[in-house]
């Protein structure tokens, strides 16, 4: 009897086993050779040490490595409750810890939005853009955020527990509550009402255990001083940190940028609407992450993770050539080839602007293109309604984790 049956691996699943195993390699040969690695995996881990140890947060950190530069904890204090949890490891081994996370996060956040034959190719591909390969080497969480937000809005379907993930996240770092307001817009009301529950839950167990870190980080800390005369470094990829390159510093720069939020976060309601209405809670979701890259005083070049998503979108609809030409954009020499630090951003010429705000401009340019799409046709072409838009097509495993083609 002859058996032709073909054995089919997924690749998908190998190239995240692989990624890991080369980051634990890498891991363990810097923790052996005390080799430094992991600015921002170095503060969690010093954080975590000042609640065990019974420290401010919000002075400067005792427990830092000698090589890390002094930088301040600027999360809320529950973001340090979890980061207890680094302090039974060595720098370079939590380093390692969050890198694992990297690759996993990528696949947990690419499924609803790639199709199955593009998914391969964006996973290899991720780790050559700029966010993505910056946050694993800083050792930053934005990856892990991202993916606990795709999962609560699409992987989770029916669950009780939805809504719940973008709480959590929200109280270790604030920016994501602007997926609270997303989930208004689109009428889960319940899973607002959970993620807001979890976020003021988790906000005040910290409050419970740390009382004057809490009363401090609300108070000023939050305020993120800090980072004030960075703004307009190349690598704040915010609306105000363009404000603060290209307008001096006064009046006339406020009003610029609170016309621009207030427009900003009514458009972005907008199209959301717009868009779940058309049954693509995909692009709704990429609408409201753009909107918080812009709004956000702070959009360092690692935040920008959300374009990994937006690749998997654009190729799964067949804009291969713009989704090419946006990864090739996003590999970080747009900022790297521009002069920067120390004030240098006010003196571009008009080219230097044009390349050193380059992200920015991308998004808002894809921002404009929503709302022109939105304006032409009643509904998003290509995204017929369905029973429930907020979830992939359950007619197999392959249709759950692949969005409609255009």
Not at 1 to 12: C, E, G, I, N, Y
Not at 52 to 69: D, I, Q, T
Not at 110 to 132: E, T
Not at 345 to 352: C, G, K, L, M, V
Request: net charge positive.
């Amino acid at each position: 009897m002859k058996w032709s049956k073909t054995l089919r691996v997924d690749p998908a699943p190998v190239i995240v086993g692989a990624a890991m195993t080369v980051l634990a390699v890498v891991a363990l040969i810097w923790w052996v050779s005390a080799t430094p690695l992991g600015v921002d995996s170095s503060v969690y881990r010093a954080g975590g040490l000042a609640v065990v140890h019974g420290e401010s947060l919000y002075s400067p950190l005792l427990a830092l490595p000698g090589w890390a530069p002094e930088l301040p904890f600027t999360y809320p204090p529950f973001a340090a409750l979890l980061f207890t949890s680094l302090t039974a490891l060595p720098t370079q081994l939590c380093w390692g810890l969050l890198a694992l996370a990297a690759a996993p996060s990528l696949y947990c956040t690419l499924r609803p939005f790639a199709d199955r034959a593009h998914l391969p190719l964006l996973l290899l591909g991720a780790f050559a853009l700029q966010p993505v390969w910056q946050t694993v080497g800083l050792g930053q969480v934005n990856l892990v955020l991202m993916a606990a937000v795709v999962a609560d809005m699409f992987l989770l379907r029916d669950s009780r527990f939805r809504g719940i993930a973008i709480g959590i996240v929200a109280a270790v770092k604030l920016i994501p509550l602007i997926f609270i307001a997303h989930l208004l817009v689109v009428r889960r009301f319940a899973d607002a009402a959970r993620a807001l529950a979890a976020f003021l839950g988790a906000t005040a167990l910290a409050m419970a255990v740390l009382p004057a870190d809490s009363l401090r980080y609300w108070t000023s800390a939050i305020f993120n001083d800090h980072f004030a005369e960075m703004k307009g470094w190349v690598g704040n990829q915010s609306w105000q940190g363009f404000v603060a390159r290209t307008i001096p510093e006064g009046g006339a720069a406020t009003v610029v940028i609170v016309a621009f939020g207030v427009t900003c976060a009514a458009l972005a309601m907008w199209l959301v609407h717009r868009f779940h209405r058309a049954g693509d809670d995909r692009a709704a979701l990429l609408v409201t992450a753009g909107c918080s890259l812009l709004i956000s005083p702070i959009s360092w070049t690692h935040h920008w993770v959300w374009v990994v998503p937006a690749l998997g979108y654009l190729a799964a609809r067949g804009h291969r050539g713009v989704a090419m030409a946006i990864a090739a954009l996003f590999t970080g020499w747009a900022v790297a080839v521009v002069p920067g630090g120390g004030g240098a951003e006010r003196d571009w010429t008009f080219a230097e602007g044009l390349v050193g705000n380059a992200y920015l401009i991308v998004l808002l340019a894809g921002g404009l293109a929503c709302l022109r799409a939105t304006r032409q046709r009643g509904r998003t072409p290509g995204c017929p309604r369905r029973a429930d838009p907020a979830l992939p097509s359950r007619r197999s495993d392959h249709h759950a984790r692949t969005p409609t083609s255009a």
